[in-house]
C-alpha cells in the first residue's frame, strides 16, 4: 500500500543504544498521539558484541531488550496503527523477526513483522578483493588485504529503501539488520509522504530528522553542556520529530515529561558524531551547513530550508577483526613526587616483563587526579596505566601478570595496584571500507517470505558534494581589543563530542552572535592543538557551519584502530567536549556580561 499524506508524521525514538532505558516505549505509546516508532540499538562497537553474543548463542545476535519492549506495547501499536521500525536484527535480523512473532502469539497477537537482509557482507569480503574492491580503510588508507586478518563480522550500512518496501507491504514491525542511523526515520518519512528516491531536499530533511532522533534523551537534554537551565533534567522524555511534506520538520516530546527541547539542545545533537557539515548517507548527501533551525516555544524546534544531493555511489562497510590481546596494570601513586615514581614503577614493571620491546605494542598513562596538600588520602592520588597488547595471549596474560605482582614489595613509597589478570582480554579492530553500492542488494521478507528485492545502487549519483554555506563572512569586528578575563571556554560555548571509527569528533556552538563572531576568530586548529596536547601531531580539521553559530573539529587517529582496540580511559571520546571547555583562556569581558543574561535566539 502507497501512502501519501497531508499531515505530519509523528516518528517517535524509544531507544538510542543497545541497553536504553526500557520503559521508553510504554512511556512514548502512553504519552500522546504517535505514528512510528523508531529505535537505533547499534553502535559501531555493539556489531562486535552481538558476535560475541551469537558464539554463545547462536539462535541470538540481535538486541534482546527490544523484546521486552515490544511485550508492553505491541498490542497497542496494532489497535493504533502505530509501525515499528527499528535496528535490533543486528546480526540476525530473521531470528529476531521470528521470536517477535513467537511473542506476539503468546499475546495473542498476529503482526505482520518484515525483516530486511543484505547488509552481512562476510562471506562475499574475498570474492570483492579479487574483483578489484580494496576495501581500504576509509581513515588511513591501509588495505585490508596486507593486515593478512580474518574477519568476524562485515556489514554494510544499508539505506531506507528497503524499509519502505516493507511499509508498502503492509508490515506493522520492520526489523532491520545494519542500517544507517537515520534511515529508520527516513523509509517511514519516505513511504508516508511517497517521496521519490530523487527528492533530495525531502530526503534530506529525513536524515536529519533521523540524525536528531537516534540517540534518544540526548536531543531531550541528556549530556547537555547546559544541563543547569534544565528545570527537570531528570528521566527526560524521549523525543518526537514531527515531519512534514517537505521534510522539515518540529522536534518535540510528550508533554509533563522531563528535560527540554531547546535550540541548544538540538544544536548540540545535530553536532554529534559529524565530520564534514556534506554529510553521507546512501540515499542522499545532507547539508548540515543549509538547515535553518528555529525556536517555536515550549520544547519545540523547528528544522527547514535543508539542502540536499545525489549520494555517491559507495557505501560504507563496518569489518571487525580480532585485533589481538591486552592486559593492564593500573597502579595508584599518593603525596609526594609524583612524576618520579610514575617513571619508577614504569621501569619496574618493563624491567620484570622482559622490556617494552617485548610487546607489539605498548601504552603508558599517568592520569594526574592528585591535589596537592590534598584534604583526604584518595584526592592526593594519581593513577598510572600501563596497557600491553600482543598477538601472544600468554605473552600478555599469564606471564605479563606474573611478572608484575613479583615486583609488589618492591616499588615506591605507598604503592598498590588493581588486581592484574592472568588471562589477558581479547580486542578487536573496526575497519571502515567503501563498497560499490551496485554490488548490495536489500532483500525484503514478511513473515518469513520474500517480497522484495531492490538493488542499492542509487538513481543519480555523484562525487561527495561541497558544502552549501556561503562564503565566511567578515569577522563583525577585532575581538583582540579590549579587557579579557582568563575563565574556562565552556563560559562562553557548548560542546558535543563523540567516536567515528579511530577519529573524534567536538562540535562547539556559541549561544550570541557576538561569542560566534569571536569564536570562531579566537577557536583554530592550532589553538584546539595547543587545548588538547593529546592531539599534538594528529590531523585536525575545522568546518564551519554559520547557521547553527557553530564549528565542527575531527581530531583524526586520537582514538586509534577504533572503540574496541582504544587505549584511552574514554575510548568513545565522550568527555572530549567537556575537557576542551574546561580549559582557561583569555574570553573579552563584553562576552562574560552577555552570556550572564542567557542564550539569545
Same mark, same amino acid.
Given at each position: 500500500?502507497?501512502?501519501?499524506?497531508?499531515?505530519?508524521?509523528?516518528?517517535?525514538?524509544?531507544?538510542?543504544?543497545?541497553?536504553?532505558?526500557?520503559?521508553?516505549?510504554?512511556?512514548?505509546?502512553?504519552?500522546?498521539?504517535?505514528?512510528?516508532?523508531?529505535?537505533?540499538?547499534?553502535?559501531?562497537?555493539?556489531?562486535?558484541?552481538?558476535?560475541?553474543?551469537?558464539?554463545?548463542?547462536?539462535?541470538?545476535?540481535?538486541?534482546?531488550?527490544?523484546?521486552?519492549?515490544?511485550?508492553?506495547?505491541?498490542?497497542?501499536?496494532?489497535?493504533?496503527?502505530?509501525?515499528?521500525?527499528?535496528?535490533?536484527?543486528?546480526?540476525?535480523?530473521?531470528?529476531?523477526?521470528?521470536?517477535?512473532?513467537?511473542?506476539?502469539?503468546?499475546?495473542?497477537?498476529?503482526?505482520?513483522?518484515?525483516?530486511?537482509?543484505?547488509?552481512?557482507?562476510?562471506?562475499?569480503?574475498?570474492?570483492?578483493?579479487?574483483?578489484?574492491?580494496?576495501?581500504?580503510?576509509?581513515?588511513?588508507?591501509?588495505?585490508?588485504?596486507?593486515?593478512?586478518?580474518?574477519?568476524?563480522?562485515?556489514?554494510?550500512?544499508?539505506?531506507?529503501?528497503?524499509?519502505?518496501?516493507?511499509?508498502?507491504?503492509d508490515a506493522d514491525v520492520?526489523?532491520?539488520?545494519?542500517?544507517?542511523?537515520?534511515?529508520?526515520?527516513?523509509?517511514?518519512?519516505?513511504?508516508?509522504?511517497?517521496?521519490?528516491?530523487?527528492d533530495w531536499d525531502r530526503?534530506?530533511?529525513?536524515?536529519?530528522?533521523?540524525?536528531?532522533?537516534?540517540?534518544?534523551?540526548?536531543?531531550?537534554?541528556?549530556?547537555?553542556?547546559?544541563?543547569?537551565?534544565?528545570?527537570?533534567?531528570?528521566?527526560?522524555?524521549?523525543?518526537?520529530?514531527?515531519?512534514?511534506?517537505?521534510?522539515?520538520?518540529?522536534?518535540?516530546?510528550?508533554?509533563?515529561?522531563?528535560?527540554?527541547?531547546?535550540?541548544?539542545?538540538?544544536?548540540?545533537?545535530?553536532?554529534?558524531?559529524?565530520?564534514?557539515?556534506?554529510?553521507?548517507?546512501?540515499?542522499?548527501?545532507?547539508?548540515?551547513?543549509?538547515?535553518?533551525?528555529?525556536?517555536?516555544?515550549?520544547?519545540?524546534?523547528?528544522?527547514?530550508?535543508?539542502?540536499?544531493?545525489?549520494?555517491?555511489?559507495?557505501?560504507?562497510?563496518?569489518?571487525?577483526?580480532?585485533?589481538?590481546?591486552?592486559?593492564?596494570?593500573?597502579?595508584?601513586?599518593?603525596?609526594?613526587?609524583?612524576?618520579?615514581?610514575?617513571?619508577?614503577?614504569?621501569?619496574?614493571?618493563?624491567?620484570?616483563?622482559?622490556?617494552?620491546?617485548?610487546?607489539?605494542?605498548?601504552?603508558?598513562?599517568?592520569?594526574?587526579?592528585?591535589?596537592?596538600?590534598?584534604?583526604?588520602?584518595?584526592?592526593?592520588?594519581?593513577?598510572?596505566?600501563?596497557?600491553?597488547?600482543?598477538?601472544?595471549?600468554?605473552?600478555?596474560?599469564?606471564?605479563?601478570?606474573?611478572? $608484575?605482582? *613479583?615486583?609488589?614489595?618492591?616499588?615506591?613509597? %605507598?604503592?598498590? +595496584?588493581?588486581? &592484574?589478570? !592472568?588471562?589477558?582480554? @581479547?580486542?578487536?579492530?573496526?575497519?571502515?571500507?567503501?563498497i560499490p553500492a551496485e554490488?548490495?542488494?536489500?532483500?525484503?521478507?514478511?513473515?518469513?517470505?520474500?517480497?522484495?528485492?531492490?538493488?542499492?545502487?542509487?538513481?543519480?549519483?555523484?562525487?561527495?558534494?561541497?558544502?552549501?554555506?556561503?562564503?565566511?563572512?567578515?569577522?563583525?569586528?577585532?575581538?583582540?581589543?579590549?579587557?579579557?578575563?582568563?575563565?574556562?571556554?565552556?563560559? $562562553?560555548? *557548548?560542546?558535543?563530542?563523540?567516536?567515528?571509527? %579511530?577519529?573524534? +569528533?567536538?562540535? &562547539?556552538? !556559541?549561544?550570541?552572535? @557576538?561569542?560566534?563572531?569571536?569564536?570562531?576568530?579566537?577557536?583554530?586548529?592550532?589553538?584546539?592543538?595547543?587545548?588538547?596536547?593529546?592531539?599534538?601531531?594528529?590531523?585536525?580539521?575545522?568546518?564551519?557551519?554559520?547557521?547553527?553559530?557553530?564549528?565542527?573539529?575531527?581530531?583524526?587517529?586520537?582514538?586509534?584502530?577504533?572503540?574496541?582496540?582504544?587505549?584511552?580511559?574514554?575510548?568513545?571520546?565522550?568527555?572530549?567536549?567537556?575537557?576542551?571547555?574546561?580549559?582557561?583562556?583569555?574570553?573579552?569581558?563584553?562576552?562574560?556580561?552577555?552570556?550572564?543574561?542567557?542564550?539569545?535566539?
Open positions: 500500500m502507497v501512502v501519501s499524506r497531508t499531515s505530519p508524521l509523528r516518528v517517535a525514538n524509544i531507544s538510542g543504544y543497545w541497553g536504553d532505558r526500557l520503559g521508553a516505549a510504554r512511556e512514548m505509546v502512553e504519552g500522546g498521539p504517535v505514528d512510528v516508532l523508531t529505535g537505533d540499538y547499534l553502535a559501531e562497537l555493539t556489531m562486535l558484541l552481538l558476535y560475541k553474543t551469537r558464539l554463545r548463542r547462536p539462535d541470538e545476535g540481535y538486541a534482546r531488550t527490544f523484546l521486552t519492549q515490544m511485550e508492553s506495547v505491541l498490542g497497542t501499536c496494532l489497535d493504533r496503527e502505530i509501525k515499528v521500525v527499528v535496528n535490533a536484527g543486528g546480526l540476525n535480523p530473521a531470528g529476531l523477526a521470528k521470536d517477535l512473532g513467537a511473542l506476539a502469539a503468546t499475546l495473542g497477537l498476529a503482526p505482520r513483522i518484515a525483516h530486511i537482509e543484505g547488509d552481512d557482507v562476510l562471506g562475499r569480503l574475498e570474492g570483492f578483493v579479487e574483483s578489484g574492491v580494496t576495501l581500504n580503510n576509509i581513515d588511513s588508507g591501509e588495505s585490508l588485504a596486507e593486515r593478512k586478518v580474518e574477519p568476524l563480522t562485515a556489514n554494510v550500512y544499508l539505506g531506507a529503501w528497503g524499509i519502505v518496501d516493507a511499509l508498502n507491504a520492520v526489523i532491520c539488520p545494519r542500517v544507517t542511523d537515520a534511515s529508520v526515520v527516513v523509509g517511514p518519512a519516505a513511504w508516508a509522504f511517497g517521496w521519490a528516491r530523487d530526503l534530506a530533511g529525513a536524515v536529519l530528522a533521523g540524525h536528531v532522533l537516534e540517540c534518544g534523551a540526548q536531543v531531550t537534554g541528556g549530556n547537555y553542556s547546559f544541563f543547569q537551565e534544565i528545570e527537570q533534567p531528570l528521566h527526560p522524555g524521549y523525543p518526537i520529530a514531527e515531519i512534514e511534506e517537505d521534510g522539515s520538520f518540529v522536534v518535540t516530546k510528550h508533554p509533563g515529561t522531563g528535560g527540554q527541547v531547546s535550540l541548544g539542545t538540538v544544536t548540540a545533537q545535530l553536532l554529534y558524531e559529524i565530520d564534514r557539515p556534506a554529510y553521507l548517507n546512501p540515499d542522499v548527501i545532507t547539508h548540515f551547513d543549509s538547515v535553518e533551525v528555529r525556536d517555536e516555544g515550549h520544547d519545540r524546534v523547528r528544522l527547514s530550508r535543508q539542502r540536499g544531493s545525489a549520494p555517491t555511489d559507495q557505501l560504507k562497510v563496518c569489518i571487525n577483526f580480532q585485533g589481538g590481546f591486552r592486559n593492564t596494570y593500573a597502579c595508584m601513586l599518593t603525596g609526594l613526587d609524583i612524576e618520579q615514581k610514575a617513571a619508577f614503577a614504569t621501569d619496574a614493571v618493563f624491567a620484570a616483563v622482559g622490556g617494552r620491546e617485548n610487546f607489539e605494542e605498548v601504552d603508558v598513562r599517568l592520569i594526574r587526579s592528585d591535589h596537592e596538600d590534598a584534604a583526604t588520602n584518595a584526592e592526593a592520588t594519581a593513577r598510572l596505566v600501563i596497557t600491553v597488547k600482543d598477538h601472544d595471549a600468554d605473552k600478555v596474560g599469564k606471564r605479563f601478570a606474573a611478572g $608484575v605482582n *613479583g615486583i609488589g614489595l618492591a616499588l615506591y613509597p %605507598g604503592s598498590y +595496584n588493581d588486581v &592484574v589478570a !592472568a588471562q589477558a582480554s @581479547e580486542f578487536a579492530v573496526m575497519w571502515p571500507a567503501l554490488l548490495i542488494t536489500q532483500r525484503v521478507f514478511v513473515g518469513g517470505e520474500e517480497v522484495g528485492v531492490r538493488n542499492c545502487a542509487p538513481v543519480a549519483a555523484g562525487p561527495p558534494a561541497g558544502d552549501f554555506a556561503p562564503p565566511a563572512s567578515a569577522p563583525q569586528r577585532d575581538w583582540r581589543e579590549g579587557p579579557t578575563s582568563v575563565v574556562p571556554l565552556g563560559r $562562553v560555548m *557548548g560542546a558535543r563530542s563523540g567516536d567515528k571509527g %579511530g577519529n573524534a +569528533n567536538i562540535g &562547539v556552538w !556559541a549561544r550570541s552572535d @557576538e561569542s560566534y563572531d569571536w569564536l570562531r576568530q579566537f577557536l583554530d586548529v592550532e589553538m584546539v592543538r595547543e587545548l588538547i596536547p593529546e592531539a599534538t601531531g594528529l590531523v585536525i580539521d575545522r568546518y564551519d557551519l554559520a547557521n547553527l553559530r557553530a564549528m565542527n573539529f575531527v581530531v583524526r587517529g586520537i582514538l586509534g584502530e577504533g572503540v574496541a582496540a582504544s587505549t584511552r580511559p574514554d575510548a568513545q571520546a565522550k568527555s572530549l567536549g567537556e575537557y576542551l571547555r574546561s580549559r582557561r583562556v583569555p574570553v573579552p569581558t563584553e562576552l562574560l556580561d552577555l552570556e550572564s543574561d542567557g542564550p539569545t535566539p
